[in-house]
């Protein structure tokens, strides 16, 4: 902890250098997830702030401010003098007060190994007209914590949930704390009722009538020495107070049962309020804990919960193409509700990749992604890949699954910005962007692009000196193409060489043993034996031929 606190401090002193506020043009953020992202309550600007980034290596983070022009799609680095100290996991609120404010509280720094962590429970508010940050004491706030939810209702900011890591335990929280705009005060809630249980990365909305919102979210709980199991959870809550929003007004939490198709179990969603009293829940992943392991699955879809009507839906696209594969989902999770087992089942959007783990006889693990298409929906799929591959032709795009985005929403339309997904051990950032017009629900547009597999990678194994030096690296921006594996294929442009009508195991390997040797050395590194990555070559061709014939 003190360490965390001597980065911390080092980095504000460099911070403190800075005297003059600079704003200059700046190709896009580096790839990052739980930073904030922010509509300008006066301008049709996006404000980014903050994130993290991780390179196999070591752990990044940020508390830069970039500012998204939607007019010109253009991007500006906004330095400000004393600026929060870096951080993620934080919440951003904007308030119209005074040409508007961005209110930033909490989050989490860590160690640049990743396994030590220091949880803010400062208060911040950014003036947006004057572009000035400034640090708000107030006593009696919530403790230190990432993972909460914070949402501007009426004069207050209302924070719930959240957690707290230490090097030998954790603690989620599920309290309420509200703080008042106008006497910048704190004052901790005690709501009547059965309220929601302690959770972080929940969805916290606002009603029309300043009632509170609570759906989801993620918790562990230790079930025995080292052993740690996770709940995600899909209950949803209302809070509301009696009177007129003062603070010694009675607050109290209500079940709420809402109709409709809700989403399927899932944690890292990402959040933001629609127009006509729709807050809605995007992308995500369904984690299956293994003792061991874990494998996700990532999702790209769109909820709506309409406030109003206490109802989920679905968003689908009215777009030209691949709509059917939508709706037929859409009415899958209808008819099966939202049992984990089902929802394994369904096939995620675009191609279906399949990871597989393949075991050679010494004992050698390795991962092969494969992208398969089912017999009924082949053409469907097939589309898909060439619309993955070249939006440019005004076929349909999509932001690939992700969890942990950022999302914003201006005039009715809805924002994505990076995020994150894993094939096997790796772990890809993102820096794209992408839009869609929530009235229309037509399609995708794709503001910025990302190839994923040009990001940089580094083993654990690989030597400490080729690690970045904390302050030039920025996140590892994507200067160096990494090895070609084939694992890192999100799109799935690549496919292994296909298995020929009637041919024989021994053919096949026989004609594709190179690619299948260099695909395993690619994977294993040079320092492997020979002998070793042959075994493994042979291992990847056999569980590909047996799965394809």
Same mark, same amino acid.
């Given at each position: @902890?003190?360490? !965390? #606190? %001597? !980065?911390?401090? *080092?980095?504000?002193?460099?911070?403190?250098? $800075?005297?003059? +506020?600079? #704003?200059?043009?700046? /190709?896009?953020?580096?790839? =990052?997830?739980?930073?904030? !992202?922010?509509?300008?309550? *006066?301008?049709?600007?996006?404000?980014?702030?903050?994130?993290?980034?991780?390179?196999?290596? $070591?752990?990044?983070?940020?508390?830069e401010l970039y500012v998204y022009n939607i007019r010109k799609n253009s991007w500006s680095k906004v330095e400000i003098p004393n600026p929060p100290p870096r951080r993620c996991a934080h919440q951003a609120a904007v308030v119209p007060t005074a040409g508007g404010q961005l209110w930033v509280f909490g989050g989490e720094f860590a160690s640049p190994n990743g396994e030590q962590f220091y949880h803010y429970k400062d208060l911040w508010v950014l003036h947006l007209a004057t572009k000035t940050w400034e640090q708000i004491k107030a006593s009696g706030g919530p403790s230190g914590r990432s993972g909460?939810?914070?949402?501007?209702? &009426?004069?207050? !900011?209302?924070?719930?949930?959240?957690?707290?890591?230490? %090097?030998?335990d954790y603690i989620y929280y599920n309290d309420v704390y509200a703080f008042n705009l106008d006497s910048f005060t704190w004052s901790k809630l005690a709501p009547s009722g059965i309220g929601p249980a302690p959770r972080s990365g929940c969805q916290m909305a606002t009603t029309p009538e300043g009632g509170i919102i609570i759906y989801g979210g993620y918790s562990k709980q230790r079930i025995k020495k080292d052993v740690d199991k996770g709940t995600l959870h899909t209950d949803m809550f209302l809070l509301k107070t009696e009177g007129a929003g003062r603070e010694e007004d009675k607050w109290a939490w209500s079940r709420l049962n809402p109709s409709g198709v809700k989403p399927t179990p899932r944690s890292g969603f990402s959040v933001a309020i629609g127009s006509n009293n729709r807050s809605l829940l995007f992308g995500g992943v369904h984690d299956e804990e293994e003792e061991e392991s874990i494998e996700g699955d990532f999702f790209n879809d769109i909820y709506f919960y309409d406030i109003r009507k206490n109802r989920w839906f679905p968003g689908q696209l009215k777009g030209p193409k691949s709509e059917k594969r939508k709706r037929r989902r859409g009415r899958h999770g209808e008819a099966e509700g939202a049992g984990d087992e089902e929802m394994e089942k369904q096939p995620p959007q675009g191609p279906v990749e399949i990871v597989k783990e393949v075991v050679a006889e010494d004992g050698t693990v390795m991962t092969i &992604? @494969?992208?398969?298409?089912? /017999?009924? *929906?082949? $053409?469907?799929?097939?589309?898909?890949?060439?619309?993955?591959?070249?939006?440019?032709?005004? @076929? @349909? +795009? #999509? /932001?690939?699954? =992700?969890?942990?985005?950022?999302?914003? +929403? &201006?005039?009715?339309?809805?924002? +994505?910005?990076?995020?994150?997904?894993e094939v096997g051990d790796r772990q890809f950032t993102l820096s794209d962007l992408y839009s869609i017009d929530l009235h229309k629900m037509e399609e995708w547009k794709v503001l910025v692009e990302m190839d994923p597999k040009a990001q940089e990678w580094l083993e654990e194994s690989e030597s400490d000196e080729e690690e970045d030096d904390m302050e030039g690296a920025e996140g590892g921006e994507e200067e160096e193409e990494s090895s070609e594996e084939e694992s890192e294929d999100e799109g799935g442009e690549e496919q292994h060489p296909s298995v020929q009508p009637d041919e024989k195991h021994a053919d096949y390997l026989s004609r594709t043993e190179q690619y299948w040797i260099k695909l395993a050395r690619s994977n294993m590194g040079p320092d492997a034996k020979e002998k070793k990555v042959v075994k493994v070559a042979h291992a990847m061709a056999k569980t590909f031929y047996e799965d394809s014939v």
């Open positions: @902890q003190e360490d !965390l #606190e %001597a !980065l911390i401090a *080092e980095f504000q002193n460099l911070d403190a250098k $800075k005297t003059q +506020v600079i #704003e200059s043009s700046c /190709p896009p953020p580096s790839p =990052r997830l739980n930073g904030s !992202l922010s509509a300008h309550p *006066e301008k049709d600007e996006l404000i980014l702030f903050g994130g993290e980034y991780f390179n196999g290596q $070591k752990t990044y983070l940020y508390n909460h939810r914070m949402v501007a209702c &009426k004069r207050q !900011l209302i924070i719930f949930g959240g957690f707290h890591e230490s %090097a030998r &992604k @494969q992208v398969i298409s089912g /017999p009924a *929906e082949e $053409k469907e799929r097939s589309e898909s890949e060439e619309d993955e591959e070249d939006g440019a032709l005004g @076929q @349909q +795009v #999509e /932001p690939c699954p =992700r969890s942990n985005a950022m999302l914003a +929403v &201006k005039h009715g339309v809805l924002y +994505v910005y990076g995020g994150m997904f």
